[in-house]
């Protein structure tokens, strides 16, 4: 019977060293994510990429839980466990693609600006007409306009 249990508690023991094992395995998954997120943030800084919500606040890493999340940009939903960036004071979210892309700009190479439509302009890509309120970019010097979709046209040809 001693030895019963001196089996019993040796294998408790190996129980709680392989869960110790694996909670230090997910700490060095998740340190190896956010090393890789820095890099990408300290990269998109350096090619002036999108780091920002609307309301200018910096958008922080987090995971995607299923079905709850979307690409504010791309409209796109982004799968469970995948890596995307928000604002909770915003609620802004993007995904990955859309973070890192370069920022937008018209043929003079003017950076684009995000705008709000005051309506009447119409895509220079697409030629589609936007309506007060909606979501687009811009360039004041040329007087170049760009909505949304124009913008988050897939960057290669599987999406």
């Not at 004071?89 to 892309?101: P, S």
Request: a neutral charge.
């Amino acid at each position: 019977e001693e030895l019963v249990k001196e089996r019993d508690a040796a294998k408790q023991h190996a129980e709680v060293l392989e869960k110790e094992r694996n909670v230090a395995k997910q700490r060095a998954e998740v340190l190896e994510q956010e090393r890789d997120a820095a890099k990408k943030r300290a990269e998109a800084m350096e090619a002036g990429m999108q780091l920002s919500c609307k309301g200018s606040h910096i958008l922080q890493p987090f995971r995607a839980l299923a079905g709850k999340c979307w690409c504010s940009l791309c409209k796109r939903t982004q799968p469970e466990d995948t890596q995307t960036y928000g604002c909770r004071v915003c609620n802004y979210d993007l995904c990955e693609r859309c973070m890192f892309m370069p920022k937008p700009s018209c043929p003079d190479k003017h950076t684009l600006q995000h705008r709000t439509s005051s309506g009447g302009s119409s895509c220079d890509i697409c030629e589609c007409k936007q309506a007060k309120g909606t979501q687009m970019y811009g360039c004041g010097i040329c007087n170049y306009v760009v909505c949304e979709r124009c913008i988050c046209m897939p960057m290669d040809s599987d999406e």
